[in-house]
């Protein structure tokens, strides 16, 4: 189990299935990431035994009222792009409701950390479709930069072709990044 300030993060469970549904059948979350909306609890539950419940792949759940407020996901198969044996990705979305609370830069941070410090990664990805500017922005804040455009890329559930943008940050970047931080709050 990982965890930040505000959240715990923990596998999925089937009992999640309601919680899971209240957030991922708002048409706001899923289209943005790349999947349609949940249609019921029944659907929800079925991802999760599916898509969620995976070695990697984790609920965030607020440590204040132990609500889940999002997903997060470190990747080490290749999906859109390949990835060598010390790369990872990072995926994520946070439900409508928790939208401007910083909560996903403070998730992608412990990801970072977690992936760069306890497996021992050398890059980690992170990618956004166009239009995303939300995504855009959490990246760019935990120090990803951008390293190429995919066309044409299909998203077989939302019967759609979009942009891809793919972003990276190496284990030397962010190391560079924490120095500066500790540096910086000694001044």
């Known amino acids: 189990m990982l965890e930040t300030e505000r959240l715990t993060l923990r596998p999925w469970k089937e009992e999640d299935a309601a919680e899971l549904y209240e957030l991922a059948k708002d048409p706001l979350v899923g289209p943005a990431c790349g999947w349609a909306p949940h249609t019921d609890v029944e659907n929800s539950r079925q991802i999760i035994r599916d898509i969620l419940a995976v070695e990697g ?8 009222n132990g609500r889940i407020l999002g997903c997060v996901s ?7 792009i ?18 401007g609370r910083e909560l996903a830069p403070e998730v992608v941070e412990e990801f970072l950390r977690y992936g760069f410090e306890e497996l021992g990664l050398k890059r980690i990805w992170c990618m956004y479709f166009e239009g995303n500017e939300k995504s855009r922005r959490v990246q760019e804040k935990c120090g ?14 939302l ?10 940050l190496t284990r030397e970047e962010w190391e560079q990044r924490k120095k500066k931080g500790r ?5």
């Open 57 to 64: 792949t984790y609920a965030l759940v607020s440590k204040e």
């Open 159 to 168: 019967g759609i072709t979009v942009r891809e943008f793919v972003n990276l």
């Open 144 to 157: 990803f930069h951008f390293q190429y455009c995919l066309e044409n890329v299909e998203i077989h559930a």
């Open 183 to 187: 540096e910086a709050q000694c001044l």
């Open 74 to 80: 470190l990747m080490r198969e290749e999906g859109s």
């Open 82 to 99: 390949e990835l060598g044996p010390d790369e990872a990705e990072i995926g994520y979305w946070i439900g409508h409701p928790y939208w």
